[in-house]
């Protein structure tokens, strides 16, 4: 049977949400970025991000285009392997 999977991940994008989300100003805690993406009309808790971080769980289209909103990015750049 066919696994839809990137590398044994769910997505392509969690590595790189880690890294931008450590790197925002101040400390962004995976609670705080649920909260950045509820405030974005995402309806997403903690637990969500962390999973996506992981590669645990899929990332639909309009969650990506709205995390890469919130890093000020490109859908583009944020699929990029870093």
Do not use: H, P, W
């Amino acid at each position: 049977m066919y696994k839809n999977r990137a590398n044994g991940r769910n997505n392509l994008v969690g590595e790189n949400v880690k890294r931008l989300r450590k790197n925002l100003k101040g400390t962004v805690s995976q609670k705080d970025f649920a909260e950045m993406l509820q405030r974005a009309g995402i309806d997403i808790d903690k637990n969500a991000v962390g999973r996506i971080e992981t590669g645990k769980r899929f990332v639909i289209d309009i969650e990506l285009k709205a995390i890469a909103n919130l890093f000020n990015i490109t859908c583009d750049e944020l699929l990029e392997n870093q």
